[in-house]
């Protein structure tokens, strides 16, 4: 099974309507991301959580919100989506490990289209 | 803020052939700097992850090497293979968590 797994693979919406992206993880890692990956701008991050209760936005966090319900689950929300919200969003998680090494491990990734 | 620009966009090259993939980035205050693998409607693949303090990480017929100061960074990949074939993209942890991504190397490995 994959370790970093994200739900729904695909979503297709409309206009103002509100959506949920979900990861889920078993690598037993404290750091999870939701970055965004839209075609000639590469990924950006756009919520990060260190841990249950430390939530920090990243570099393009308006029109989003994060819930990090457990160490293992870490949720998008687009309140109200807008047709440039239509992009591949992908979770990840890290962990501070030995020499301090944060390798980023990425689950299958979201790909969400906003009409 | 920290830039990351991968040259070239794109590359096409005929099986077995050595190949390098550049990466270049505008602050040398880094934590690390990952190579990844990114197959398409896939995820991330994670080949190599280089600290500051380091120069080189190998992996089977990947190396990948780090200069600081100037900003630079190549992936190697020996004998290229068509399995080889994605989108390679460089990324740099200037806070020592969040990444900065380049738009990534597409690399066609022919038969």
């Known amino acids: 099974d994959a370790d970093v797994t994200q739900t729904p693979r695909n979503r297709i919406t409309k206009t103002g309507k509100r959506i949920m992206l979900e990861c889920s993880q078993t690598?037993?890692?404290?750091?999870m991301y939701w970055y965004r990956q839209d075609p000639g701008l590469g990924l950006r991050l756009i919520y990060y959580s260190f841990d249950v209760k430390d939530i920090n936005k990243g570099e393009i966090s308006d029109g989003y919100s994060v819930s990090r319900q457990a160490q293992a689950k870490f949720s998008l929300s687009l309140e109200s989506a807008i047709p440039n919200q239509t992009a591949l969003y992908f979770c990840?998680?890290?962990?501070?490990?030995?020499?301090?090494?944060?390798?980023?491990?990425f689950g299958p990734g979201t790909r969400l289209t906003v009409l | 803020k920290q830039e990351v620009t991968q040259i070239p966009a794109a590359l096409s090259v005929p099986e077995g052939e050595n190949l390098v993939l550049n990466c270049s980035f505008t602050?040398?205050?880094?934590?690390?700097l990952q190579w990844f693998r990114q197959d398409p409607g896939k995820g991330l693949t994670s080949l190599l992850l280089i600290q500051s303090s380091q120069r080189e990480q190998t992996s089977g017929r990947l190396n990948a090497s780090l200069d600081k100061s100037s900003g630079r960074s190549t992936l190697y990949i020996a004998a290229s293979q068509p399995g080889d074939s994605a989108t390679y993209l460089c990324a740099v942890s200037s806070s020592g968590y969040a990444l900065n991504f380049g738009k990534g190397t597409s690399l066609l490995v022919t038969p």
């Open positions: 602050d040398s205050a880094i934590y690390n």
């Open positions: 690598k037993g890692h404290d750091r």
């Open positions: 990840a998680t890290s962990d501070l490990g030995r020499g301090g090494l944060d390798t980023q491990y």
